[in-house]
């Protein structure tokens, strides 16, 4: 999929990256980036200057440029969210994917969308919650619990196959057939885009407009970060089962403490995790994405993309070729590509 170029040590392949502006009609598209090889050393070592990069917009056959999700179908496909429905892409082709096959809603804007385990799809829209879509049909979970003109701000399967929604009222969860939804945590608003990160102990932690939050055992803590690390934006767990926070300043790693006192930290969630504070960033971090090899890459609401690995903090911006700074979404795919 998509083209090919051999650079030694490493290959790389271009394939999907997306950056748009959060909430903005007008948005860039763009599939780039590269893939490093399986023989590759721990981390890699290629500047973000000798990265192939290409971008596809609606000139090139990209059926909307505001694209708000990529994600990759089990068959390999990959899938897009869009301000106007999905689409798949195989490296060559756009394709419309239908929301409801037969519906009449094919032009809505799609926020989020996550693949279940038997071939179901459920799909977070931008006004009438969220769809559940399998082989025998398509059905709207959020009406039928009473949930109506849910805005989906994204969506989370978790390891025990339960679905966690954010919406523009809040964080639920559907569990058993059943929609529930957290008193904690209030409002997200639109610019919170990557708002979970389950844990290591069956917890999830979850961003909102009013901070960092974590559930267990349907328990919710609020999870103070230092007074200096800014409001939080973002948070994520990576390949490496590390805990990543993004703010509006900073990028802290929560790194779990070796604490024998079980009982406080039951009680004062945060002294179990050191807040280690891995770089600064000059605007609030949109989304963050981890490759195999312990890079982590982080996307901004106005400064492009950063990079954490060894050689430290490195940056993609539109100085550099990148067609916009505002960064929506970020994937890597079964290639490696990102």
Same mark, same amino acid.
């Given at each position: 999929? #998509?083209?090919?170029?051999?650079?030694?040590?490493?290959?790389?392949?271009?394939?999907?990256?997306?950056?748009?502006?959060?909430?903005?009609?007008?948005?860039?598209?763009?599939?780039?980036?590269?893939?490093?090889?399986?023989?590759?050393?721990?981390?890699?070592?290629?500047?973000?200057?000798?990265?192939?990069?290409?971008? !596809?917009?609606?000139?090139?056959?990209?059926?909307?440029?505001?694209?708000?999700?990529?994600?990759?179908?089990?068959?390999?496909?990959?899938?897009?969210?869009?301000?106007?429905?999905?689409?798949?892409?195989?490296?060559?082709?756009?394709?419309?994917?239908?929301?409801?096959?037969?519906?009449?809603?094919?032009?809505?804007?799609?926020?989020?969308?996550?693949?279940?385990?038997?071939?179901?799809?459920?799909?977070?829209?931008?006004?009438? #919650?969220?769809?559940?879509?399998?082989?025998?049909?398509?059905?709207?979970?959020?009406?039928?619990?009473?949930?109506?003109?849910?805005?989906?701000?994204?969506?989370?399967?978790?390891?025990?196959?339960?679905?966690?929604?954010?919406?523009?009222?809040?964080?639920?969860?559907?569990?058993?057939?059943?929609?529930?939804?957290?008193?904690?945590?209030?409002?997200?608003?639109?610019?919170?885009?990557?708002? +979970?990160?389950?844990?290591?102990?069956?917890?999830?932690?979850?961003?909102?407009?009013?901070?960092?939050?974590? !559930?267990?055992?349907?328990?919710?803590?609020? +999870?103070?970060?230092?007074?200096?690390?800014?409001?939080?934006?973002?948070?994520?767990?990576?390949?490496?089962?590390?805990?990543?926070?993004?703010?509006?300043?900073?990028?802290?790693?929560?790194?779990?403490?070796?604490?024998?006192?079980?009982?406080?930290?039951?009680?004062?969630?945060?002294?179990?995790?050191?807040?280690?504070?891995?770089?600064?960033?000059?605007?609030?971090?949109?989304?963050?994405?981890?490759?195999?090899?312990?890079?982590?890459?982080? #996307?901004?609401?106005?400064?492009?993309?950063?990079?954490?690995?060894?050689?430290?903090?490195?940056?993609?911006?539109?100085?550099?070729?990148?067609?916009?700074?505002?960064?929506?979404?970020?994937?890597?795919?079964?290639?490696?590509?990102?």
């Amino acid at each position: 999929m #998509g083209s090919s170029l051999r650079e030694s040590p490493v290959s790389l392949r271009s394939k999907a990256l997306a950056i748009a502006p959060p909430l903005v009609a007008r948005v860039l598209f763009v599939l780039a980036l590269a893939t490093i090889s399986y023989a590759s050393p721990p981390f890699s070592t290629l500047r973000l200057s000798e990265y192939q990069k290409q971008d !596809w917009q609606v000139e090139d056959g990209l059926p909307e440029n505001n694209v708000r999700m990529i994600a990759q179908r089990p068959d390999g496909m990959l899938v897009l969210a869009t301000s106007s429905g999905m689409a798949t892409f195989d490296g060559q082709r756009f394709q419309s994917m239908p929301i409801e096959p037969g519906g009449l809603m094919e032009n809505e804007a799609v926020n989020a969308f996550v693949y279940g385990r038997n071939d179901d799809i459920w799909i977070g829209t931008d006004g009438r #919650g969220v769809l559940h879509r399998t082989p025998s049909g398509t059905t709207n979970i959020s009406e039928q619990a009473g949930r109506l003109n849910e805005r989906v701000r994204m969506l989370n399967l978790d390891a025990r196959g339960n679905l966690w929604i954010a919406t523009q009222n809040g964080i639920e969860r559907f569990v058993n057939d059943r929609l529930e939804a957290l008193s904690a945590g209030g409002m997200i608003s639109g610019d919170i885009i990557s708002p +979970f990160a389950e844990d290591n102990y069956g917890g999830m932690f979850f961003v909102t407009s009013s901070g960092l939050f974590h !559930w267990e055992n349907g328990a919710v803590q609020r +999870f103070p970060l230092r007074t200096s690390s800014g409001t939080p934006a973002a948070v994520f767990r990576d390949p490496q089962h590390r805990i990543w926070v993004g703010t509006t300043t900073e990028i802290l790693e929560l790194v779990p403490r070796n604490i024998g006192d079980s009982q406080n930290v039951a009680t004062n969630l945060s002294a179990g995790y050191d807040q280690v504070v891995r770089a600064s960033v000059p605007s609030p971090v949109s989304v963050m994405q981890g490759d195999v090899t312990g890079n982590l890459w982080v #996307g901004t609401r106005r400064d492009g993309i950063f990079r954490i690995g060894p050689d430290g903090l490195s940056r993609w911006s539109t100085r550099d070729g990148l067609p916009d700074d505002a960064v929506r979404s970020m994937f890597l795919d079964d290639e490696r590509n990102l």
